[in-house]
């Protein structure tokens, strides 16, 4: 168990010319290790679940007391997926000899079996088939789909080369598979499980999202937005953003028929407002640096945007027209999940023990800054790129002891290593810092 920590009340007043309240922080928990990378809610349990790639360790928090309740160890888990329907979780969890999809009762939040599947990767979860869809990366390059009434594998799906970001079509019941390395998406038949089509995007798309309110697909396709048909399986647009940023994330807001997509250059960050009937840019917000992660909340009518390296989580208006508000957070912030019948966000952070709860409101009048933040250690590779804090050179190495990569302070490209778990040795003092890089 985990001591929940102190909390000092910034009461900054009324926000002039909002119109309205903004969410604030209203809680931290500390769970105990970072890499806080994924995050999902259990409705019926009223606890959020998540995982701690450093530890090692994926945790249950109570929404009632902010405490961690629950933590089972497994070797480097990753992504997460909650099933409504049989009240379970899975997460991923790599490890140096098999990898699996590990399954958790969503009543006593311990593990109930593992399913072996290598290269396990990203997760997602379909209601109406109660089935879960895995993208396996790597050397599988391929979509395995799990029946969740029993817990076992029924197939798997050959997409393109290095299978990542999972969308579901829920019009058409249709699977969009981002395959990176082939720089395409896979359209699967989610009755047949049989692609329906592979499309060329000219680039290794990291994010994606299905707007069923036009019946769109938006990905990412270099310093553009893709957008395929989702009833004809053919690109119908493709939206320049200029001046050519890099798209980390896109949110769908079904309320005003907007699709948001925060985008990086390397000092600064914006999310591009974009009317998904006409497909054409309406606006551009400003955000802090590296916008990763976006979610938005029909409860509140806020679309939340994180900035990883500001240590900062925005809000903007869902019709796309302005800023609210921000809230320092802790180190890194990178993983959401709303628990919409609390009016709560959940925020993980990368760099930091700590998972923020945010009042989803629109009746809050304050800012809440916990006292308990960790010093930022910017040792993150995201997008291939890591940010070393070293004053000293180093070099990367491998499992097997192999040099691989060296180091200089500052920024550094480690895009072309493999997924994996790797340790920096330290030129002059001869110490490890322990890296991980997600694909």
Same mark, same amino acid.
């Given at each position: 168990?985990?001591?929940?920590?102190?909390?000092?009340?910034?009461?900054? +007043?009324?926000?002039?010319?909002?119109?309205?309240?903004?969410?604030?922080?209203?809680?931290?928990?500390?769970?105990?290790?970072?890499?806080? +990378?994924?995050?999902?809610?259990?409705?019926?349990? +009223?606890?959020?679940?998540?995982?701690?790639?450093?530890?090692?360790?994926?945790?249950?928090?109570? !929404?009632?007391?902010?405490?961690?309740?629950?933590?089972?160890?497994?070797?480097?888990?990753?992504?997460?997926?909650?099933?409504?329907?049989?009240?379970?979780?899975?997460?991923?969890?790599?490890?140096?000899?098999?990898?699996?999809? $590990?399954?958790?009762?969503?009543?006593?939040?311990?593990?109930?079996?593992?399913?072996?599947?290598?290269?396990?990767?990203?997760?997602?979860?379909?209601?109406?088939?109660?089935?879960?869809?895995?993208?396996?990366?790597?050397?599988?390059?391929?979509?395995?789909? $799990?029946?969740?009434?029993?817990?076992?594998?029924?197939?798997?799906?050959? *997409?393109?080369?290095?299978?990542?970001?999972?969308? $579901?079509?829920?019009?058409?019941?249709?699977?969009?598979?981002?395959?990176?390395?082939?720089?395409?998406?896979?359209?699967?038949?989610?009755?047949?499980?049989?692609?329906?089509?592979?499309?060329?995007?000219?680039?290794?798309?990291?994010?994606?999202?299905?707007?069923?309110? *036009?019946?769109?697909?938006? !990905?990412?396709?270099?310093?553009?937005?893709?957008?395929?048909?989702?009833?004809?399986?053919? *690109?119908?647009?493709?939206?320049?953003?200029?001046?050519?940023?890099?798209?980390?994330?896109? !949110?769908? &807001?079904?309320?005003?028929?907007?699709?948001?997509?925060? =985008?990086?250059?390397?000092?600064?960050?914006?999310?591009?407002?974009?009317?998904?009937?006409?497909?054409?840019?309406?606006?551009?917000?400003?955000?802090?640096?590296?916008?990763?992660?976006?979610?938005?909340?029909?409860?509140?009518?806020?679309?939340? !945007?994180?900035?990883?390296?500001?240590?900062?989580?925005?809000?903007?208006?869902?019709?796309? +027209?302005?800023?609210?508000?921000?809230?320092?957070?802790?180190?890194?912030?990178?993983?959401?999940?709303?628990?919409?019948?609390?009016?709560?966000?959940? &925020?993980?952070?990368?760099?930091?023990?700590?998972?923020?709860?945010?009042?989803?409101?629109?009746?809050? $009048?304050?800012?809440?800054?916990?006292?308990?933040?960790?010093?930022?250690?910017?040792?993150?590779?995201?997008?291939?790129?890591?940010?070393?804090?070293?004053?000293?050179?180093?070099?990367?190495?491998?499992?097997?002891?192999?040099?691989?990569?060296?180091?200089?302070?500052?920024?550094?490209?480690?895009?072309?290593?493999? =997924?994996?778990?790797?340790?920096?040795?330290?030129?002059?003092?001869?110490?490890?810092?322990?890296? &991980?890089?997600?694909?």
């Amino acid at each position: 168990m985990f001591s929940r920590p102190a909390i000092v009340v910034v009461l900054l +007043g009324l926000a002039a010319g909002l119109g309205r309240g903004q969410p604030y922080v209203e809680d931290s928990i500390d769970v105990g290790g970072t890499w806080v +990378g994924s995050l999902a809610y259990n409705r019926q349990a +009223g606890v959020i679940y998540g995982t701690s790639e450093q530890s090692g360790y994926f945790f249950a928090i109570s !929404c009632d007391s902010a405490r961690v309740i629950s933590t089972t160890y497994r070797d480097y888990p990753l992504d997460i997926a909650f099933d409504s329907t049989d009240c379970k979780a899975y997460f991923v969890q790599r490890s140096r000899d098999v990898d699996s999809v $590990i399954v958790i009762d969503g009543h006593t939040h311990r593990r109930t079996a593992a399913i072996p599947l290598m290269w396990a990767n990203k997760l997602v979860w379909d209601g109406e088939s109660d089935r879960l869809y895995v993208s396996c990366n790597e050397e599988e390059n391929a979509v395995a789909v $799990i029946d969740c009434s029993v817990d076992t594998l029924i197939c798997m799906i050959p *997409v393109g080369e290095g299978p990542l970001g999972l969308d $579901i079509n829920t019009r058409h019941r249709k699977l969009y598979v981002r395959n990176v390395d082939g720089y395409s998406v896979s359209i699967v038949d989610m009755q047949t499980n049989q692609v329906l089509r592979t499309i060329p995007v000219g680039w290794p798309s990291i994010a994606g999202c299905y707007h069923a309110g *036009v019946d769109k697909y938006y !990905c990412d396709g270099g310093s553009a937005v893709v957008v395929i048909s989702g009833a004809r399986d053919s *690109v119908v647009a493709r939206i320049p953003l200029q001046p050519g940023p890099a798209v980390n994330c896109l !949110c769908p &807001v079904t309320s005003t028929n907007l699709v948001m997509v925060g =985008a990086s250059m390397l000092s600064y960050s914006s999310v591009y407002v974009i009317d998904a009937s006409a497909d054409t840019v309406l606006g551009i917000l400003p955000v802090g640096r590296d916008a990763y992660r976006m979610l938005w909340s029909p409860l509140s009518r806020v679309v939340y !945007c994180t900035a990883s390296f500001e240590d900062r989580l925005y809000m903007l208006t869902d019709d796309g +027209g302005r800023v609210l508000s921000s809230v320092a957070t802790s180190g890194n912030p990178f993983a959401l999940a709303l628990a919409r019948d609390r009016g709560a966000l959940y &925020v993980g952070h990368l760099e930091s023990r700590m998972v923020y709860v945010i009042r989803d409101t629109i009746a809050g $009048i304050a800012e809440q800054q916990p006292v308990r933040q960790e010093a930022r250690r910017p040792n993150t590779i995201l997008r291939g790129s890591l940010l070393w804090a070293g004053r000293e050179r180093g070099h990367v190495v491998d499992a097997q002891g192999r040099t691989v990569a060296e180091l200089e302070p500052g920024r550094n490209d480690l895009g072309r290593l493999a =997924a994996g778990v790797y340790m920096v040795v330290h030129a002059k003092t001869g110490t490890n810092t322990k890296l &991980v890089k997600l694909r």
